[in-house]
């Protein structure tokens, strides 16, 4: 029952009018919806960026929000327990591939030795430890992404949230990094919601959210990708 509203009085603009939504660990969902229909408000509010004006979140058990937040450190939270993924990589340029995936256990308090062989080890995971001395300009889109997608899972956070991750790429890579983030919620355990437009990866989604007018509606992906 997640609520977000704009505003107020009679200029008030209900976002979110009572959205349902479950994520299983291990397991990937998209979230599709047309233009302003409140996927980028839902979003922003799962990712603990906006405050939402009413409902409940948990993650793992633990309640984030209840018509107010329940954790004391917003930044920590997104740090530690949700991994972001973005249509722009947003790689920092003046780092190599090693150091952008070992910035954030090192902003969590690991020693850099540490986060950087965390940092190796995901890399392998998604077969691009041969580009680890690399600069973010000198990798293709699919490889940046792939970068991203490591930074996200470095500490090990049970929810990602990917925002058009596919949108910039073309059919292969596209359906290359839906599968890498199939495999990596697999076997990492985590949780993770693709919002998306994208229509070469929609028919990969065992169960869809739909976003209307504020509201999710549940469907099985076959049902949709054959529409």
Do not use: C
Not at 10 to 32: C, H, M, R
Not at 120 to 142: F, I, K
């Amino acid at each position: 029952n997640l609520r977000k509203r704009y505003g107020s009085g009679s200029t008030a603009v209900d976002a979110l009018k009572g959205v349902d939504l479950q994520v299983a660990p291990g397991e990937v969902v998209g979230l599709i919806g047309p233009s302003g229909s409140g996927k980028s408000t839902l979003l922003k509010a799962l990712g603990a960026v906006i405050e939402p004006s009413g409902g409940r979140m948990i993650i793992g058990g633990q309640i984030i929000y209840d018509d107010g937040w329940k954790v004391r450190d917003l930044r920590a939270l997104r740090r530690d327990h949700i991994g972001f993924v973005f249509q722009a990589p947003h790689l920092i340029p003046f780092l190599d591939v090693t150091d952008n995936v070992a910035l954030l256990p090192i902003l969590a308090g690991r020693p850099k030795s540490e986060a950087r062989r965390l940092a190796l080890d995901l890399l392998e995971t998604l077969d691009v430890a041969h580009r680890a001395a690399a600069m973010p300009a000198q990798l293709s889109g699919g490889e940046q992404q792939r970068v991203a997608i490591a930074r996200a899972l470095v500490n090990r956070p049970p929810v990602i949230l990917a925002d058009e991750p596919t949108a910039p790429l073309d059919s292969e890579r596209a359906l290359a990094v839906i599968t890498t983030l199939n495999d990596m919620a697999r076997r990492f355990d985590t949780a993770v919601i693709v919002v998306t437009h994208d229509e070469k990866i929609i028919p990969t989604f065992r169960r869809i959210y739909q976003i209307r007018d504020g509201r999710t509606h549940e469907q099985a992906g076959q049902a949709l990708a054959h529409v």
